[in-house]
């Protein structure tokens, strides 16, 4: 019996997992369509310009005006926008004219055009410019905040951060100010924490508007699996939320933990090293990417490879350009165009495509 159960569990996921198609917008000569993981053409050739799929839809531009599509390249809504959005909580923006509005998937108008500019809608409420000010709005339309902003983020966690004359600070959902405008600039929270700047100097609050780490840094990152990369002086290291250094500074540049390993700059050459400090993989590289699923984009000289996290070469440098893995698959480029290889090197997509984007997932 417990057999059985995991094979119809297997069988359940596999049927999920291949129910969903891999797409990802590729150019040929001028014109953009969609192709499959095999490389074929799901979506010919034909828009002038494309953006991924969100939602079921993905929007498109012939002769100068946005439309959207589905997966098998008919047109749901068909093109009459000067310019449109993605799709996000059921709802797209979509600008006529000077103003902007949402429709649904049937094309139809929920919100009339009426902004100067629309966001997408985040936790159902989305960011609207109205009169040089920014307000929130509901999914019919209602004003929750009134624009009364000069500028203002997405929310997150259920906070947003907003300017008010030349200072940064944060409301909530009923336009509340949870920390009040102070900041010359703020980040989104990660992990509990914003990044704020004062005094020309950065530095972390948490959701009470206190300082946790008080701002002392050139240049901040967010916190990324309990570690920041910071700037001190001329030289980056890492604090844990307490502020202190868990690596002294002493890289010429630093990017964000990623499954125990960052990259850092020594010099000219970009390394990895462990949470400890320590060079898992000693500088040598020009230029490097972020490990995925095991491996990693780096350069040598003028062209890259991957190597795995001991450092071997697992496919040797010969591409002009090339991207993390996604789902097994990574981008090349290769005499000036795009394609796709596996794990080993082998090329699962031949270099074919002068621009092209990474595969996104489909329902």
């Not at 499959?36 to 010919?44: L, T």
């Not at 797209?92 to 429709?103: L, M």
């Not at 796709?340 to 031949?350: A, F, L, P, S, V």
């Amino acid at each position: 019996m417990k057999r059985i159960i995991i094979s119809i569990t297997a069988l359940l996921l596999s049927t999920l997992l291949f129910s969903q198609d891999y797409l990802a917008c590729a150019r040929a000569d001028k014109d953009w369509g969609y192709i499959n993981r095999e490389g074929k053409w799901v979506i010919n050739p034909q828009f002038e310009h494309v953006k991924d799929f969100s939602e079921g839809l993905a929007a498109f531009r012939t002769n100068g005006e946005w439309g959207f599509v589905d997966k098998n390249g008919s047109y749901i809504v068909n093109p009459q926008f000067e310019d449109a959005e993605s799709f996000s909580g059921g709802l797209a923006s979509v600008k006529v004219g000077k103003e902007w509005g949402y429709i649904n998937k049937e094309g139809k108008y929920v919100i009339n055009p009426q902004f100067e500019y629309a966001y997408d809608f985040s936790e159902g409420l989305a960011q609207v410019r109205k009169n040089g000010l920014w307000g929130v709005i509901d999914a019919s339309g209602n004003y929750v905040i009134n624009p009364q902003f000069d500028k203002m983020g997405a929310f997150q966690d259920g906070l947003a951060p907003i300017l008010k004359g030349k200072e940064w600070g944060f409301i909530d959902k009923k336009g509340n100010y949870i920390i009040n405008p102070q900041f010359e600039r703020v980040r989104p929270f990660s992990e509990g924490f914003a990044r704020v700047r004062k005094g020309g100097e950065w530095g972390y609050i948490g959701k009470d508007g206190n300082y946790a780490v008080n701002p002392q840094f050139v240049h901040a990152n967010d916190f990324v699996d309990g570690l920041a990369a910071v700037r001190s002086g001329k030289e980056w290291g890492f604090v844990g939320k307490d502020g202190k250094f868990v690596i002294n500074p002493q890289f010429y540049n630093a990017r964000d933990f990623s499954g125990g390993i960052a990259a850092v700059r020594q010099g000219d050459d970009w390394g990895f090293i462990n949470t400890s400090g320590k060079f898992n993989i000693n500088p040598q590289f020009v230029d490097v990417g972020e490990f995925v699923d095991g491996l990693a984009p780096v350069r040598i000289g003028k062209e890259w490879g991957f190597i795995n996290k001991d450092g071997k070469y697992v496919v040797n440098p010969q591409f002009e350009k090339a991207k993390p893995f996604f789902n097994g698959m990574a981008m090349v480029k290769k005499n000036g165009e795009w394609g796709w290889i596996d794990k080993t090197g082998t090329y699962i997509i031949n270099p074919q495509f002068p621009n092209a984007k990474e595969f996104v997932i489909v329902k």
